[in-house]
DNA sequence: ATTTAAGTTGCAAACGATTTGCAATTAAAC
DNA sequence: GTTTAATTGCAAATCGTTTGCAACTTAAAT
């Protein structure tokens, strides 16, 4: 149940080892994979699909592409989904062994975004899942608020 | 910035205490949304437009009027949408006087629903506004794991 | 280098949740 | 009762996301 191991050091992890990790899945390395891979690793805040699809060189690939590659990578573990509750999911790199559970801190004015290091305190979270009978109990947690640059 | 002083008693409100308030908006009490608030103050957890449509006496109304009623009501804080991150919002009434703000604990299985106590601490939130300079900083969170029954 | 089989892609269409336009209806005040 | 603003139902539009399918690559086998 371990939760909040992760360091968030930022630091932009090599295409080389991203397409490794595709192919020992026995995964295609594709021009639009590659393309996609090179925006996230370029990024250190979550990403819509569509703002995805609006960085990489127009034409590189179809819109449906992404969604069908952020699938995949998810379920390879390679990005982590997040909810910030505007009904869009974005998506963010995670690196090897890490998990990439982490939280967020977003400007409701500009939606700004900032990598939150806290995390809902282990030992209360276990009370809970204790408390209820619950196994594997995660939890999912943002923040929100205004910005130093909205607040005028 | 008051955000866990709660208290999630659990007791229905008064349907005359519900209508007094839309009332006091100078809105309309009508069928359905007599009809909602019935639904709504009997179940102790959020409940898509769907699921109260269904609960609904067939033929009360429409299932965009559910939703229009409870864009009102959220507006007016008479009731609180949650995301539990499968894209439907959730909706539960909220007490006179209370924001609504608490938390759940989801099966994963099962989708069944425990109503949470805990809260983020206050203290961890304040250090995190001010170390971004946020300011009116709060919170989403919701836990999420495998409930007892369904434990196998 | 050529073949081959599995994995991928684009495009159109389907989906599910939610919203909107509009004319017909109704609650509540006069 | 009349009047007026609020409300409703129904159809159609939106938005994010998924799916069907035929054409097309990648990477492995020959």
Tied chains: 1, 2.
Excluded: W
């Amino acid at each position: 149940m371990k939760t909040c191991a992760h360091k968030h050091t930022g630091k932009k992890q090599e295409l080389a080892s991203l397409t490794g990790r595709l192919r020992r899945e026995s995964r295609k390395i594709t021009g639009p994979r590659a393309a996609i891979l090179e925006i996230l690793r370029h990024y250190p805040h979550p990403l819509t699909n569509k703002e995805i699809f609006a960085e990489l060189p127009k034409g590189s690939c179809d819109l449906v592409t992404i969604y069908r590659a952020m699938q995949m990578l998810e379920k390879l573990g390679m990005v982590k989904r997040f909810d910030f509750g505007d009904g869009t999911a974005r998506f963010e790199l995670v690196g090897e062994g890490d998990d990439g559970h982490h939280h967020h801190l977003i400007c409701t004015r500009c939606a700004s975004v900032v990598e939150i290091e806290e995390c809902f305190p282990e030992e209360i979270e276990r009370r809970i899942a204790i408390a209820n009978g619950f196994t594997g109990v995660t939890h999912r947690l943002e923040f929100f608020g205004v910005c130093p640059d909205c607040r005028k």
